[in-house]
């Protein structure tokens, strides 16, 4: 039985007594994906949430505040994955959904959604930094009318609750986490909830996408460009708390580039694991630190956040999906040909 996380983890949230709003999200899979060296690879399925991403984590803590204290509607910017999951809890909760998205810069997949779930999606003339000022204005006017962006403290406290399963899982806390970083709310969830935990903090590294690298960099940036969209942020709202959860638990923020995206989601792929390019670059980050001999021993995770079936196009950049046409009575012969080409 899925119990939700508010329920499972009540004794570590401490949250004011409220209904939750729940889909049965987290308990996610922490698979054992290889040994290199001394250097145990873990990584953890964050799309096997209830809408693919981990953005269910916060958003169950989230919409049932806001439910709580009487919103009647949610509102969020988003490259996507936010909105879908606020889509799906507002419905789930009787409330409204406002979707503010950079135009033309969100995966069809996730647009879908959103929309399945009942959201309104508007969208505007810029990058999401413009709407995320967009919709802080909104929610600042209106009472009636909650935010559940990353930077609503509620949707962290849910984040938290990926540290919690991990350490459950491993029964101790790894030595190093590798997660992406967009808006930067997630890795500062994390650190919060080892450290509220205290059963010892993993290396935090952040990676980020070259193109889109402002916590690398060391300043903001006004254009934006990657393929990994659920990333592609210039102005992280979450920056000081990110930088600080790195620099406390000694790790680093670093950029790997488009191809070593691609040619990381591949990798997994063909492991048996689909995510979405900015998942990807977590692990085209983890397979960086390797090489340069920059991760600690031990267990080390990596934080795959999304599904892959949310973005087809840009897998369709390496993957085909044109069939290999063949005659029907000649299937044997054809397979024995890709059997030995
Ligand atoms: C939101 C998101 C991220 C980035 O998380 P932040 O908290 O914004 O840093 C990474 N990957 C996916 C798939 C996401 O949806």
Known sequence: MHMGLINRYHQWLGLPELEPVTLGEGNTPMVHWATWESHRIWLKLEGCNPTGSFKDRGMTVAVSQARCQGAEAVICASTGNTAASAAAYAGRAGLKAFVVIPNNQVALGKMIQASAYGATI???EGNFDQALQAVRDVAEQESW??????VNPWRLRGQETGAYEILDG???APSALVLPVGNAGNISAYFHGFRRRNEGIPQLFGIQAQGADPLVQEHELDEVKTVASAIRIGRPASAHLAKEAVKESRGQFR???DSQILRAQEELAHGGIFVE???????????VLYQKRLLPQGDVVAILTGNGLKDTQTPAMWASVEPQIVKSQ????SI???MNP
């Open 255 to 257: 950029s790997v580039s």
């Open 330 to 333: 000649y299937l044997t012969e």
């Open 145 to 150: 009318i909650a935010l559940v962006n990353s």
């Open 122 to 124: 508007l969208a505007i």
């Open 170 to 172: 491993l029964g101790h």
């Open 336 to 338: 024995g040909q890709f």
């Open 277 to 287: 390019p900015a998942s990807a670059a977590a692990y085209a980050g983890l397979k």
